[in-house]
């Protein structure tokens, strides 16, 4: 099935074909007066070069004014054999199909509605033919029936035309398409960009690249560029403040060596002050006693770091390299 993007807005007509396997453009003049153009020649000259095929409007009250509007626009140097003229279903425009296919020439009889139109332009020998999905339903008729209408008279009866479902306006109608069968779909940029997207492809996307990190990256990697360090004969005071300032909820209490003491967290100041009140601060912060602290190394990868905050139930480890620390791990860091 063919892909067309259904646009005017050059931006948009730049993101779509980056994706590189769309098969053409088709545009109108609302869209084009929506988005101010006055000057329509330029644009479609300009559009024509960007994509692979250009789908644009040759209107006319007679047969003989849509094929002189076509002409007059390939004239502006239009590759007759990258452009579709659209035309409305009429009698003049049928008759205007089948003099613009005698001459070789690409035509999109759109505007469709019913069957009756559809087999009209079929007969005419039209290359696409364009029924307006949600146009109609919006007018409460069964588009999709009709669309089913239209696949079958082509297959039936070998017509060499291709069913264009137009008027998409979600993703739902591009489901609908594809089951009935279309030779073609043009969709909104809209609505394009909506089709691969799924929560459970996004959650399963997300889960992927979580655990390709964790067993592929360091903790020395992911630390941050700050080793929150203080000398035992810090005041507390003091090292509250410098563990607010490192953005931690500890700090690592290390001698006047640089030898490793412990770490003082958050956690044992609550529970300090609980015990002592605000007699703690006359405190140095070597003058409490210290546990073996939780601890990972530099080189480890993240998987192993998760699997330590998981077994104890803590949110910072203190990161160590050779023994001597380089600085914390947050669990929000993996």
Aim: a neutral charge.
């Amino acid at each position: 099935m063919e892909l067309y993007l259904d646009s005017a807005d050059i931006k948009e007509i730049q993101d779509a074909f980056k994706l590189g396997f769309l098969n053409g453009l088709t545009t109108t003049p609302t869209f084009m007066h929506r988005g101010g153009v006055t000057d329509i020649d330029s644009l479609i000259v300009k559009l024509s070069k960007m994509v692979p095929v250009l789908q644009i409007e040759a209107l006319g009250d007679k047969a003989e004014d849509i094929v002189k509007e076509a002409k007059r626009q390939l004239d502006l140097g239009l590759d007759p054999k990258k452009t579709v003229f659209k035309i409305p279903v009429s009698l003049e425009g049928v008759k205007g199909c089948y003099l613009l296919r005698k001459e070789g020439l690409l035509v999109n009889v759109h505007l469709v509605y019913t069957l009756q139109q559809a087999y009209m332009a079929m007969q005419a020998g039209a290359t696409y033919v364009c029924p307006l999905v949600g146009r109609l339903q919006d007018q409460g008729h069964d588009a999709l029936e009709l669309v089913k209408q239209c696949v079958t008279a082509v297959d039936h009866y070998k017509y060499d035309t291709k069913i264009m479902f137009s008027s998409v306006r979600h993703a739902e109608h591009v489901r609908n398409a594809i089951n009935l069968g279309v030779h073609t779909i043009t969709v909104p940029w809209k609505v394009m960009k909506a089709l691969t997207e799924n929560n459970f492809t996004s959650l399963g996307t997300q889960q992927f690249v979580e655990h390709t990190r964790l067993i592929t990256t360091k903790v020395k990697d992911v630390i941050r560029n700050v080793n929150p360090v203080v000398k035992a004969d810090t005041a507390l005071a003091d090292a509250i403040v410098k563990m607010t300032e490192y953005g931690y909820g500890c700090v690592t209490v290390v001698n006047a060596s640089g030898q490793l003491v412990g770490v003082f967290t958050d956690g044992d100041l609550r529970r300090r002050i609980q015990a002592e009140g605000r007699d703690v601060l006359n405190h140095k912060i070597g003058d409490f006693q210290y546990k073996q602290p939780i601890s990972v190394d530099a080189n480890s990868l993240l998987n192993e770091a998760a699997d330590v905050f998981k077994k104890t139930n803590v949110d910072t480890l203190l990161v160590t390299d050779g023994g001597k620390p380089v600085g914390m791990l947050d669990i929000q860091d993996i």
